[in-house]
């Protein structure tokens, strides 16, 4: 059963880099026909897209996250990441990352999800 | 942005309902609609995919339909692991949008 499990720093500084690790497993990040996401939800808000990779290093983004945003993988470990740089208190949320199908767009399944708070 | 607005927002009912959530879209994303059940604490699982698809796994209570741009979730007979918050998501291109969730409560 695939699996997904996000890892990365709790806490972030205003103005820094969160810098977040989704590693797969159960599965390879190769399989044809999946893209790899990151998806955000503040506290008590919706969900937010963020962005997305294939293995062949193809990558889309959110435009209205774009210029902060870097999404990357690495094929050798079964992991893909995400960087998101000059962080406020705006960006405090929960960050997922999920599979998503490449032809209907559907993420499943989901990581559980870690909370990232902005503070100094 | 395609926005994607859901109603209502929140939804009290008890077991045994019939409930049905909607979900418009600001403009035409044919059958790229997907549902998400989410409970506290945990992660959106998959429902619904491509406006009708019951995802493996979920109970045959719900259903999907719409194309175009009006979508509904339905849930034939409400039952206690029913009540969460359901989100709908337009898949039709990129940035992929959310509606704002329509929280089910007892």
């Known amino acids: 059963q695939l699996q997904l499990q996000e890892s990365g720093p709790g806490l972030v500084k205003p103005l820094e880099t969160l810098s977040l690790t989704c590693s797969v497993s159960g599965g390879s990040i190769i399989s044809s026909g999946y893209y790899w996401d990151w998806i955000r939800q503040p506290p008590g808000k919706g969900l937010q897209w963020i962005g997305t990779?294939?293995?062949?290093?193809?990558?889309y983004y959110n435009p209205s996250l774009k210029s902060r945003v870097i999404i990357s993988v690495d094929t050798s470990r079964n992991q893909f990441s995400l960087k998101m740089n000059s962080v406020t208190a705006a960006d405090t949320a929960v960050y997922s990352c999920a599979r998503r199908e490449r032809y209907y767009n559907w993420f499943d399944p989901w990581g559980q999800g870690t909370l990232v708070s902005v503070s100094s | 942005d395609i926005q994607m607005t859901q109603s209502p927002s929140s939804l009290s009912a008890s077991v045994g309902d019939r409930v049905t959530i909607t979900c418009r879209a600001s403009q035409s994303i044919s059958s790229y609609l997907n549902w998400y059940q989410q409970k506290p604490g945990k992660a959106p699982e998959l429902f619904i995919y491509?406006?009708?698809s019951l995802q493996s796994g979920v109970p045959s209570g719900f259903s999907g339909s719409g194309s175009g741009t009006d979508f509904t979730l339905t849930i034939s007979s409400l039952q206690p692991e029913d009540f969460a918050t359901y989100y709908c998501?337009?898949?039709?291109?990129?940035?992929?949008?959310f509606g704002q969730g329509t929280k089910l409560e007892i």
């Open positions: 998501q337009q898949s039709y291109s990129i940035p992929y949008t």
């Open positions: 491509a406006a009708s």
């Open positions: 990779i294939y293995h062949d290093g193809s990558i």
